[in-house]
């Protein structure tokens, strides 16, 4: 069983949709963090948290330390968000632990 | 001008052929890191580096090797490249706490013959 567990696999959702994609993790860490692999495979960190919640734009990002869980929401989606979806932790040291993403395709 | 770049972005080469992947970067950071990105497998770590003295194996080193030139440059060889390491290969950096954000390059293609 993966460290990082992401569901769903695959989500395609209609533009304006509220969206969710999961996380949940076995160990114990320091950080968690949610990632953005565009199209072209470029990755760029969106969140990093620790406890709590934190909001960027449409983009909320949530954990739960005592069920070793995380949620990405995405409000009002847009197909520009269609993108692939990674959650990371920081278990040991700096290194990251990832899982293996969720793909989102926002239709128009 | 990028943060963290790549070189090669692209690269075919035969099996049996050294190969050389270099990474540079301006952020200032002493952490560095390789990995590989496989579909279904996500990314795995293949070396790490603390600061120019310090370099330390992750979960997948076989077959790898890295150097670090100086605190901007990172580099990941294959002493005899095998087909089931072509894969995207992505360098990253980070400050100093473990809880700092890691900055991406933008990957480099990998394929073996």
């Known amino acids: 069983k993966n460290e990082v567990e992401q569901s769903p696999q695959n989500l395609t959702a209609q533009e304006g949709e509220f969206i969710t994609i999961n996380c949940s993790y076995s160990?114990?860490?320091?950080?968690l963090h949610w990632l953005q692999q565009h199209p072209g495979g470029g990755i760029v960190s969106l969140f990093m948290?620790?406890?709590g919640k934190k909001k960027h734009g449409r983009l909320i990002a949530t954990i739960n330390i005592q069920e070793k869980h995380s949620s990405l929401h995405i409000t009002a989606s847009h197909p520009r968000d269609s993108a692939v979806y990674i959650c990371?932790?920081?278990?040991?040291?700096?290194?990251?632990?990832f899982g293996e993403g969720t793909q989102l395709t926002v239709n128009p | 001008d990028a943060d963290v770049t790549q070189t090669p972005r692209n690269r075919i080469t035969k099996t049996g052929k050294r190969i050389m992947l270099e990474c540079s970067q301006t952020?200032?950071?002493?952490?560095m890191y390789w990995y590989r990105q496989d579909p279904g497998l996500g990314l795995r770590l293949i070396y790490y580096?603390?600061?120019?003295?310090?370099?330390n194996k992750g979960e997948i080193s076989d077959g790898y090797s890295v150097s670090r030139q100086a605190q901007a440059k990172f580099s990941l060889s294959l002493e005899s490249a095998i087909p089931n390491q072509t894969a995207l290969y992505f360098c990253?950096?980070?400050?100093?706490?473990?809880?700092?954000?890691?900055?991406f390059g933008p990957g480099t293609r990998l394929t073996v013959l």
């Open positions: 952020k200032g950071h002493d952490r």
């Open positions: 948290l620790s406890s």
């Open positions: 990253a950096t980070s400050g100093a706490f473990s809880e700092n954000t890691q900055y």
């Open positions: 990371a932790v920081t278990a040991s040291g700096s290194r990251l632990t």
């Open positions: 580096s603390f600061d120019v003295k310090d370099i």
């Open positions: 160990v114990g860490i320091s950080a």
